[in-house]
């Protein structure tokens, strides 16, 4: 079984898979959050060429994690604008290298785009992107968490 790569604007039928994915998954942190604003969040990324970008990862055309290109995705830190963000493995494929090959995605994605720092905010999972080279540089509350703010800059 090979791990598929596509633009979420390719499949948009399945923009209210993720919603859900995302409400079950993050929703409790979020008071304000809804099914229903998850998915018109979801319906503005359904670009192919320029932020924001959502891609799925698909086995046997089935998807089983996303990854995003996102714009300014803390509204505490709007100085940052480029954000890896939505990483999501479905719970029965994870530990399998899904989460990397799409974050890999999005950070070539970003070449492509001429993009030369990335950002993205953690509460557990700092290890994951520090293989691919983001770094600590803040650690704020976000949502009445503390969380890790990481950067990632070309070449170097």
């Known amino acids: 079984m090979k791990l598929e790569i596509a633009y979420l604007a390719d499949h948009p039928e399945f923009v209210p898979l993720l919603a859900a994915w995302f409400y079950d998954e993050w929703g409790g942190g979020w008071p304000s959050a809804t099914l229903e604003g998850f998915i018109k969040r979801l319906e503005g990324r359904l670009n192919r060429d320029q932020p924001p970008i959502t891609y799925l990862g698909f086995y046997d055309q089935e998807p089983v994690g996303t990854a995003a290109l996102k714009i300014r995705e803390m509204e505490t830190h709007p100085q940052f604008e480029y954000w890896l963000g939505s990483v999501y493995v479905r719970e029965d494929y994870r530990r399998q290298g899904i989460a990397s090959a ?41 949502r009445g968490k503390v969380v890790s703010i990481m950067e990632r800059c070309e070449g170097g």
Do not use: C, M, N
């Open 102 to 142: 799409l974050i890999q995605a999005v950070i070539d994605q970003s070449k492509v785009l001429e993009i030369d720092r990335l950002y993205l905010y953690t509460r557990q999972k700092e290890p994951l992107y520090a293989k691919f080279g983001w770094k600590v540089i803040e650690t704020p509350k976000h």
